[in-house]
């Protein structure tokens, strides 16, 4: 048995564990003392060599003795393989393709990532082709691999891939290409007739559709990023206070700005979003004639003026260039006139490889004939108007310019600006033609852009019922 001890008596003993290291630390710090002060620092993270700790002296002794070869040699080769990591954009160059490897290429499955790389490799040359273009190469043959490339990628036939680099620089077609992958934002437009754009937010809101305005630019539109009810089937869209409709189809209505009371011919009505949108802005005054000469989609437009309870409308199933002869006298006439489609390549996939040069042809061969007409349906002598807005779903300059340069030679019109405050001017000159100084003022609008589908917009003032006898000087 151990002896008992008294607890009121106090032992005094040792220093405990705490204790022991608390003076240990303070027997340490004392070697890096002087006179209580610490030494000076030669640097932020190094002392004086003179103070240096055991380990340290041995280290700076060791890089002192000379290295064997072989440590000499793994040294540099870190140091090689550091530097073109580093430098590797500006070391490396993109090295074309024989001849031999691309034919086989044509028989063999390709990894569309490698293509992809090759892609951005061959745009970076041609952006920068002084700089860093193979030595002995021409631009054409860049050119021509970058065309095969994008072919294979992005699924387009080759004729396709060639206007759009007509079109485009290099790095932009890219992009443009990219954008037509991705579908459109699904887009509104109020029906001031029924309702305010406000109102209508805050229903769909409540219905658990989630949606901002569309822009600065437009009043009436709502873009709608998701939904958890199918807007096309909510009771707000079945009472007609609204209409699905593109981005891109409120532009041509905004330019042509119809006025109360007025006369208007929407030449090429179907579906309907475009008369609808004009009846609003006339508040169902006076009067529109909806025209399209397919009579199977103008049930589209019948259906859609009831619903949205337009009431100054009347619909009629002719052949465009045949209308002058039907009547005449417009104030304003709108003519979104049938075009190729190469604007709507994210809804109409097809389109990548089911054009050719003979169908650009057609249509712009069609297109003048309607643009033609509707000049000639317009009244020059009307007191708030004589407009006309053209305008298309292509990006095509066969179908855009080429065909306003035609309508300026062949009729007293001129154009005008079309109110729209952004979009990109149209061509003034492209590859071996030259257009009229003026259609400057037409306006270009790309998917990449600006969000919205490829559209083209221009606006005409018709200065007098005259028909030339001769092609008119147009200042060129």
Not at 297 to 312: D, E, P
Request: hydrophobic letters at 35%; one cysteine or more; proline letters at 5%.
């Amino acid at each position: 048995m151990g002896r008992k001890l008294d607890p009121t008596i106090k032992v005094k003993r040792g220093p405990g564990r705490k204790a022991r290291k608390q003076k240990g630390a303070e027997t340490e710090l004392s070697k890096f003392l002087v006179d209580g002060k610490p030494f000076p620092y030669c640097d932020f993270y190094h002392y004086l060599p003179c103070q240096l700790l055991p380990i340290e002296r041995a280290a700076r002794k060791q890089k002192k003795q000379p290295k064997e070869k072989d440590d000499l040699k793994e040294d540099e080769e870190e140091e090689e393989e550091d530097t073109v990591q580093a430098n590797i954009d500006e070391t490396e160059k993109f090295i074309l393709p024989a001849a031999a490897d691309r034919a086989k290429e044509g028989l063999l499955p390709m990894d569309l990532q490698t293509i992809h790389q090759r892609i951005k490799d061959n745009v970076d040359v041609l952006s920068h082709f002084s700089e860093k273009r193979e030595e002995g190469k021409e631009r054409s043959e860049y050119l021509s691999l970058l065309r095969s490339d994008l072919c294979t990628y992005y699924s387009y036939n080759e004729f396709l891939i060639s206007k759009l680099m007509d079109l485009f620089p290099v790095s932009e077609l890219i992009d443009f290409l990219e954008a037509n992958e991705i579908h459109r934002p699904v887009t509104i437009r109020t029906n001031t007739l029924k309702t305010r754009r406000r109102d209508l937010a805050q229903a769909l809101i409540n219905r658990g559709v989630n949606l901002d305005p569309l822009g600065k630019w437009s009043k009436v539109g709502l873009v709608i990023y998701d939904s958890s009810v199918p807007v096309g089937a909510t009771p707000e869209y079945l009472s007609g206070q609204y209409m699905l409709q593109g981005a891109s189809s409120f532009l041509p209505v905004m330019a042509l700005s119809p006025q109360e009371g007025e006369l208007v011919l929407d030449m090429s009505s179907a579906p309907g979003g475009k008369t609808t949108y004009m009846a609003q802005l006339m508040r169902n005054t006076g009067m529109i004639v909806a025209n399209d000469a397919n009579a199977d989609r103008l049930k589209s437009v019948v259906g859609n003026i009831h619903r949205l309870g337009v009431t100054n409308a009347v619909i009629c199933n002719y052949d465009g260039r045949q209308f002058p002869k039907v009547m005449g006298g417009f104030d304003r006439v709108l003519l979104d006139a049938p075009c190729s489609g190469t604007g709507v390549i994210s809804k109409d996939p097809g389109v990548k490889t089911g054009k050719d040069e003979a169908d650009i042809l057609r249509s712009a061969h069609l297109q003048k004939e309607l643009i033609l007409s509707a000049i000639d349906s317009v009244n020059a002598d009307s007191p708030t108007g004589g407009y006309l807005v053209y305008c298309t779903c292509s990006i095509m300059v066969e179908e855009n310019e080429w065909v306003v340069d035609y309508a300026l030679k062949k009729r007293n019109v001129k154009l005008v600006s079309t109110g729209l405050d952004f979009g990109k001017e149209g061509f003034i000159r492209f590859k071996e033609r030259r257009f009229h100084p003026s259609l400057k003022l037409s306006r270009r609008f790309y998917p990449h852009s600006h969000n919205m589908d490829g559209f083209f917009v221009a606006k005409l003032k018709k200065l007098s019922n005259a028909i030339p006898t001769t092609p008119r000087e147009t200042g060129l």
